[in-house]
């Protein structure tokens, strides 16, 4: 067993229980005007602290920094063990950054039971960034948990009219895949001796430990990405949950199903994962039409967004299992690329439902000439969710089907007509949102977007031509940990003796 050091250094506990610290202070507080300038202050103060971790970053090391160990519960050698690397940094940032967005786009928005309220975002801030920076799979596992009652109670209290539906649905789904997770926890510990993830990476498993091991992880990352066809629980979670909801679910609950195979299904069963790379590979092909054409049909713009997501994050499973550097690095930039636009474009369609009470694109028809700003903001993230280039998507589906490209050109090929429904199924929303049609609705009492709501929808513009312009600061990051993953899964050896570096799929 490999003993983690601890670099001293308090940041990601401080990080991870700050939240939770506010969430005490906010159970006792009577106000609801200082309730959401508590949570809004709470979250934007960890926000800022959570910095460091960007600029104390040493890109040059693969091993992870801001490490923290002590014992937890010794006779089963469960730690409490944190660490970040260029993997999982810009996820940790990702996730403190969207969640002042989340309380500024609920300051209206939820009138009742405020303070359980921003107690539920409060403790999703904490499970989400553990689950980020735990290094000790117990530890993955509770976060991992954590994390679905407040998600659930979020849907299930300030949702729409079919709530309980869909937070049930979804609840149902996520803790199915979490058994299977739970298998594959204690498979892990019975053959390492350890719950360390360090510890399980690059061991001699055998060809059909790995096998079983993979599929359980697949099945459970699968769900949270959620890859078709585990998708169906998303559209009902999205449209029934409240904007910052399907903000949070958008921006950083679909990556932890994609941060788990980066973590967890390539350097723990590397090769089980180059066998079924085609298989994976076809279901993300699949994922990506069926997602543009599912969006396509659309006339709620909520269903629209949600099952666009489907679609975008198959670029992402793409770009992973090409295992390769390029599609890796594309993928990640996938997932925070996904987290900016997605996540902008529900605090888009929110904005919308307040002013109208409605979803339906024939509704919303036309608002463009009476709310401009608006227009413009969803004209920008309309072009950043089609892959426009100078915008931040585009860097990363192009990184993904350039690694893609070196796996199968076929595939790639096929790839094509998903990206072409992705601009059809935005550009008809943009055209009927900004101009709609010669009869449109009445528009004419609405009024544009307020300060607050350009306060929330600014820093998400900043990043769209940020990443698309300059990406080399959000790349950077990302090399020496990519290369270290790829080396695993390319020389860690099977209990066979054969090296997965033999297999084809792989390419460094």
Known sequence: MTSPSSTGSCLLSLLIFSPLAAAVVAAFIRSDRWLRWWTLAATTIIAVVSLPLYTGFDVATSKFQFTETANWIPTLKIQYALGIDGISLLLVLLTTLIMPLCVLCSWNYIQNRIREFMICLLIMESAMIGVFCALDFVLFFVFWEAMLIPMALLIGIWGGPRKIYASLKFFIYTMSGSVFLLVALIALRLQVGSFYIPDMM??????????????????????????????????????????AGSVILASVLLKMGTYGFLRFSLPITP????????????????????????????????????????????????GIFAMNKMGLEGAIMVMINHGVTTGALFITVGIIYERLHSRELGQAAGMGKRLPVLAAFAG???LSSLAFPGTNSFIGEFMVMAGGFKFSQVMMILVAPGVVLAAAYMLRMLQKLAYGSTKNPDHSKLQDLGFREVVTLAPLLVFVFWIGLHPEPFTRVMHASVENLLQQTAQAPSASGLAVA???VVSK
């Open 202 to 243: 690059g061991k001699p498993y055998s060809h059909e430990f790995q096998t079983w091991v993979f599929l359980a992880f697949f099945i459970s990352f699968a769900i949270k990405v959620p890859m078709f066809p585990f998708h169906t629980w998303l559209p009902a979670a999205h449209v029934e949950a409240p904007t």
């Open 380 to 382: 920008v993230f309309a």
């Open 271 to 318: 090769w089980a994962a180059a066998h079924f790379t085609p298989w994976v590979m076809a279901l993300s092909v699949v994922a990506i039409s069926y997602g543009g054409l599912t969006a396509l049909a659309q006339t709620d713009l909520k269903k629209l967004v949600a099952y666009s997501s489907v679609a975008h994050m198959g670029f992402a499973t793409l």
């Open 502 to 504: 033999q297999t084809p």
